[in-house]
């Protein structure tokens, strides 16, 4: 009997066009939350440049993304078990960046991640700050786009930035609004609406969704500290709580159509579509 292929794989990019709003710390803990819903998940780390997503999660990567792509290693040298079987590729702080990238090592990308044989329900994608093409081509790739944003001027003016290139430029339909460190639910909820007012022009050709929000939390500082993800460090915490009901929302995204959502097609996508500068 051959073996099974793999099957439609959801792809969520976590993006927000600022650094420092709490991208990572949603990837990351939304992978683990979904992998403790018994999501077959894949973690990519896609800022080269910032790389954390092993930082955060405490593991020792013993090659990365940039060894990959410079055709130094295998994906089953790079791929790593993160907490609740998540699998991990982690990136590498300090190097070149998505932008380096020529044609032939995005080929080499894609062909090497097409090998992946595990079986997937869903790939997420921590996407680097700024609006450069890499990040744009990863969330025009995705299948969602989650959007992190807090509460300060400069969040939300990079997140503006970010959906009128993704509407008008990359053609994408929906974006997933998740407004982090806020003080409650309903701080949250002024904060999306502030969004949707400053993003009123563009509202004809993208949808915008108040997935969550995401309290400021002390909790998740120490998670940090410790290299544990806040939803296994602390469960009950305001902000692990919090992003259990994103994942529990994102696990009843609907897959894509049967055939054409494999993971391979994800880095096909990237490929076709001008890829990752
Ligand atoms: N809800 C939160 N409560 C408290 N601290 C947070 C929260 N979300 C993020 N942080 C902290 O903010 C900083 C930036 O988060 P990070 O996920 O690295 O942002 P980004 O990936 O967008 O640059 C980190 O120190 C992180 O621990
Ligand atoms: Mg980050």
Redesign the pocket.
Known sequence: MPAARPGPVRTIAIT?G?????????AVNLAVALGGLGQRTLLLDADLG?A?VDVLLGLQPRATLAELIAGRCGIEDILIEGPDGILVVPAASGRRSMAQLSTAEHIGLVNVVSSLENALDVLVV?TA?GLNDSVLTFCQASQEVVL?VCDEPASITDAYALIKVLARERGVARVHVVA??VRDGNEGRSLYNKLVRVCERFLADISLNHLGS?????W??LA?QRQQPVVKAYPASP?ARAISEIAAQTARWQAPIAGRGGVEFFFERLLTRGVPA
């Open positions: 927000g600022k650094g420092g709003v709490g991208k990572s710390t949603l910032l954390n921590d700050a992190v982090n460190m995401i309290p400021h939390d002390d998740l500082r940090v902000s």
